[in-house]
């Protein structure tokens, strides 16, 4: 069996959760947006994040997976989370074998997030947009998907507590809403083997 079928058996063993939130008390409509988690196929899996450019107005620095706010040109999510890869790293669509998707993430800047799973060749000549990235790098599938490499935080942020996960992986920090989307996937692919 294909790495890409493993794991669309896995998604449809295990039932789609409410949306993961870290919205408080929110009115104005969210923003549709989509990332790609995009797998790489080799006999140890691993998963391609990106660094965000430290000039971006927003999350600058951060840890994230490809993706961002849908366009109207976009006939469906996948199509937002593939056109981003592409815009973003360089990873062709056709280099792409969409498995599905995994729970939706709203955040509090405002995003209604679909996490799009696919599967893509090791090893891909992949270039960052450098205005937006400034890295690209692979974590081990099976280590951020450990629930042991998941820590969770409470702080006080603008009067308010705020929980957040976070996972370090060498000198690398991933946390927030990355973090947040990574330990809903392991939740739905904890029976992945």
């Known amino acids: 069996m294909s790495l890409a079928e493993r794991l669309r058996a896995t998604l449809a063993s295990t039932p789609e959760s409410p949306p993961v939130s ?8 969210l923003t549709p947006a989509a990332v ?11 998963v391609l ?13 951060q840890i994230a997976f490809p993706g961002g706010r849908a366009d109207p ?13 592409y815009e973003e790293i360089g990873l062709a669509p056709a280099e792409v074998e ?34 937006e990235v400034t890295d690209i790098f692979e974590v081990p599938l099976a ?6 490499n998941h820590a969770h935080h ?14 370090l992986w060498g000198e690398r920090r991933i946390w927030g809403v990355t973090a947040g989307v990574i330990v809903a996937l392991s939740k739905r692919l904890t029976a992945f083997a």
């Not at 870290?22 to 104005?28: C, K, L, N, Q, V």
């Not at 998707?101 to 509090?108: F, I, P, S």
């Open 36 to 46: 790609l988690i995009a797998i790489t196929d080799r006999p140890e899996p691993g």
């Open 49 to 61: 994040l990106t660094v965000r450019h430290a000039n971006l107005r927003k999350h600058a620095g």
């Open 154 to 167: 409470t702080v006080e942020w603008q009067g308010r507590m705020r929980s957040y996960y976070e996972i």
């Open 22 to 29: 870290d919205i408080a008390d929110r009115e104005t409509p």
């Open 98 to 131: 969409v498995v599905g998707t995994t729970d939706r993430y709203l955040t509090g800047t405002g995003f209604d997030i679909t996490p799009v799973i696919g599967v893509v060749p090791p090893d891909l000549a992949l270039v960052a947009q450098e205005d």
């Open 143 to 148: 280590f951020i998907l450990a629930t042991a």
């Open 73 to 85: 040109e976009d006939a469906t999510i996948t199509d937002t989370a593939l056109r981003e890869a």
